[in-house]
């Protein structure tokens, strides 16, 4: 299994930058793909951004140009957030995927659970 936890969430006005952080603990050694998504009340759960193991980087529409995710071993990764809109506000999600089979003596997860998650609020 792996356990994620997400810090950093504050409350900032329109125009300020965040950095969030998730740790992985458990069957690291398995992760391949990390993530961020974002979640309001009464939505759905949506892709911020999105790094797979010597892949292309994807980010969500809305963010382009202003979020970038960076990692460095499969233990953490992180969400630099800068020019922050009230609309960026929400639960903030991290995940990973990974590798299939078993590695070492590990048997890999299908899934990770979702985390608390950090809250963001962006002020105008």
């Known amino acids: 299994q792996v356990q994620l936890v997400e810090s950093g969430g504050d409350m900032v006005q329109a125009g300020g930058s965040l950095s969030l952080s998730c740790a992985a603990s458990?069957?690291?050694?398995?992760?391949?793909?990390v993530g961020w998504y974002r979640q309001v009340p009464g939505k759905k759960r949506e892709l911020v951004a999105y790094l797979p193991s010597g892949g292309r980087v994807e980010y969500g529409q809305s963010v382009k140009g202003r979020f970038t995710i960076s990692r460095n071993n499969t233990k953490k990764w992180y969400l630099q957030m800068d020019s922050l809109k009230p609309e960026d506000t929400a639960v903030y999600y991290c995940?990973?995927?990974?590798?299939?089979?078993?590695?070492?003596?590990?048997?890999?997860?299908?899934?990770?659970?979702w985390g608390q998650g950090t809250q963001v609020t962006v002020s105008s």
């Open positions: 458990g069957d690291t050694i398995c992760i391949s793909a």
């Open positions: 995940n990973a995927e990974f590798t299939t089979g078993t590695i070492l003596t590990t048997v890999c997860p299908d899934i990770a659970s």
